[in-house]
């Protein structure tokens, strides 16, 4: 038995027609950049998200770039953030200019824990010492709070209500990181529409996936949108040539955005196998192996399962028992953004984020993609089980 972790291949065979001929759509029609189809794929993910613009662009990386940029993020202003994510979270604060502030995690969701975020924003304000902050960066200039990046790992939101709360409280700007959740639910309302300005990405291995890279940003306010449309085209005025603010390249192919369009078509019924398919891991792993930590969703959320990750003290054994059976795991993510070597100018030592770091020490990642079958689930737990005994 060989499985991928995750499967590309079983879609592509499945839409190749529609992919194929929207392809050669393109090809004849020959707009290649900011072709027709990009319109129609804004239009689509707007609609699904209830948000008034959806702006595709670049990558996952570029649309969390952007969102700092067209929000005015830059030296001297701090933005808060979770260590327990893919290093573009963090990476994005810096290249604006601005200074990454870490705060720890929820030791259920892994998701940044309101009531950290409180307490470092209050702990740049008074200096009091109640959090740990980046210390040579604070030396040099006072920080500005400006904003929150809050991501939605493995799928699912995070705790956007009280986040909003603190937010308030603090003049923060919320940006919601959801390159792994586009599908997702917090208290009913869809992924994308959690913060000021949402981010995700169609990185192939994303819940929605197009086939290079591929991502969008999202926002309800008008004016924002302008900006975003104008920073994802070097920052365009009205002219095309006239330039009238710091922008990039930030454009999404036309074929990807047509690919996309095929994609989202079977994208519900993907969204409901995942559903299945993490209820049903949830459900064998409790009966033959409760001494893992399985994945819990808060009430009323709807995870988009990017990714199945539980937590085990002997990770290494059982990872390696699943090896030498054929099936393969990752770990997301085995080093905080914290201790990241491109970080260390900040300061920031082990320790300073305890549950960041514990779970980075257990966490590991079971294959997920929609086209599993609930027989691979089925031995796939089996030889977890398997591991976990032989190894205890
Ligand atoms: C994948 C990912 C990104 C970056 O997306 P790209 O499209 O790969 O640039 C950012 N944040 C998180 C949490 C991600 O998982």
């Keep these: 038995m060989r499985m991928p972790f995750i499967d590309l291949k079983t879609p592509y065979l499945y839409w190749q027609q529609d992919i194929r001929a929207c392809i050669d759509k393109v090809l004849e029609h020959g707009q290649y950049v900011m072709g027709p189809e990009v319109e129609e794929l804004e239009q ?3 609609e699904r998200v209830g948000v008034g613009h959806a ?43 601005a200074t990454p502030v870490f705060v720890d ?47 939605n790992i493995f799928g699912q939101p995070a705790d956007y209500d009280r986040i909003q709360q603190v937010a308030d409280t603090h003049g923060l700007a919320v940006v919601e990181d959801a390159a792994q959740s586009f599908g997702a639910q917090y208290k009913g309302r869809p992924s994308c529409g959690l913060g000021r300005i949402a981010c995700t990405s169609f990185f192939p291995a994303k819940p929605l996936g197009c086939y290079g890279d591929g991502g969008a940003v999202f926002t309800d306010e008008d004016d924002l949108a302008d900006i975003l449309r104008s920073i994802r085209n070097h920052g365009s005025g009205r002219d095309k040539y006239d330039t009238v603010r710091l922008g990039l390249n930030g454009r999404l192919d036309t074929i990807q955005a047509a690919i996309l369009l095929v994609k989202l078509m079977g994208f519900p019924a993907e969204m409901s196998n995942r559903q299945h398919l993490a209820g049903l891991y949830s459900r064998l792993l409790a009966e033959s192996c409760p001494e893992l930590v399985v994945p819990a969703v808060a009430e009323g959320s709807l995870s988009a399962w990017a990714q199945y990750s539980v937590q ?81």
Excluded: W
């Design 105 to 151: 995690i929820d030791p259920v969701t892994y998701n940044l824990d309101p009531e950290a975020l409180d307490t470092a924003v209050r702990a740049l304000a008074f200096g009091n010492g109640s959090h740990p902050l980046p210390g040579p960066a604070l030396e040099q200039a006072g920080l500005t709070p400006r904003a929150v990046i809050a991501v």
């Design 312 to 392: 085990a003290e002997n990770r290494e054994a059982i990872r390696k028992g699943l090896q030498d059976a054929g099936i393969p795991t990752a770990i997301y993510y085995a080093r905080p953004l914290h201790l990241q070597p491109v970080m260390a100018p900040l300061g920031y030592r082990p320790g300073d984020m305890p549950v960041s770091e514990r779970v980075a020490e257990r966490i590991f990642s079971l294959p997920m993609h929609p086209y599993l079958s609930d027989v691979q689930v089925g031995e796939i737990v089996r030889e977890v089980a398997r591991a976990a005994s032989l190894s205890t």
């Design 55 to 97: 702006i595709a662009c670049s990558s996952g990386t570029d649309a969390l770039l952007m969102a700092l940029m067209a929000l005015g993020i830059g030296p001297g202003d701090a933005v808060f953030t979770t260590p327990f994510s893919f290093t573009a979270t963090a990476e994005v604060i810096q290249l604006a200019g």
């Design 44 to 46: 689509s993910l707007s």
